[in-house]
């Protein structure tokens, strides 16, 4: 899950964004909106966590230009702002979930993962496909019951397929969802990975469609 978070507190978002990248999370930051409006235009991510006292002007202004443009990035909005009123200017404006500092890192990133898995269109925090489970909120996976250990990146790459199951993911997206930008991988680190996957989970349950991408499926005799 690639998040970007939109926060201008130097030591909160290096506290927060370390917090999160330990839960597995790739997360790239910014202290201003108009940063974060360039970002959101040009560069793919599955969620944004969004202050509302930016220093170049009201979260809520970028976020309600992003949705009038149709940008529909699942959007958290983390802010010091209590009252009634400022929560409804921040959902009138087309946020997704609302926390208010100090705030518990655990619950942001339960949040995020929320939005995310709403986002794909799954309620319950464990994805199944056949025998095929990953927990989303411990970051756990298993085959038949079995416990399956996997690699960070591995676990976020199944991760990302399994989320938009039964859909084929292209080796862009998987690039830009998965991998840090900084560090994208080479031609053949997708490969690499996705046999290391097939490996421990069986070579039919994710599938090659050449040209296309990937897509996880069950296969025949899951339950």
């Not at 790739?26 to 509302?52: C, H, K, M, P, Q």
């Not at 991760?159 to 199951?165: D, F, I, Q, T």
Request: glycine residues 8%; aromatic residues 6%.
């Amino acid at each position: 899950m690639k998040v970007l978070l939109v926060e201008d507190d130097q030591a909160l978002a290096s506290a927060l964004g370390d917090a999160l990248r330990d839960a597995g999370l790739l997360v790239e930051t910014t202290g201003s909106g108009t940063d974060a409006d360039f970002l959101v235009r040009t560069e793919r991510y599955d969620a944004a966590i969004l202050d509302l006292g930016l220093p170049d002007g009201d979260g809520t202004r970028w976020l309600a230009q992003w949705r009038d443009d149709d940008i529909d990035l699942p959007v958290l909005v983390l802010t010091a702002r209590e009252r009634w009123s400022d929560k409804a200017a921040g959902f009138s404006a087309g946020a997704d979930d609302y926390v208010t500092k100090p705030f518990e890192t655990a619950e942001v990133l339960f949040r995020l993962r929320a939005l995310v898995r709403r986002s794909h269109g799954h309620a319950h925090p464990v994805l199944s496909l056949g025998s095929l489970s990953f927990d989303t909120h411990a970051g756990s996976v298993t085959l038949a019951g079995r416990p399956i250990t996997l690699t960070a990146q591995e676990s976020r790459l199944l991760a990302y397929l399994m989320h938009a199951a039964p859909r084929i993911v292209s080796r862009i997206e998987l690039s830009e969802h998965v991998y840090d930008r900084d560090h994208e991988p080479d031609s053949n680190v997708i490969d690499v990975q996705i046999s290391r996957l097939r490996r421990k989970l069986g070579g039919t349950r994710i599938e090659t469609l050449r040209g296309q991408g990937y897509r996880v499926v069950a296969v025949e005799g899951d339950a």
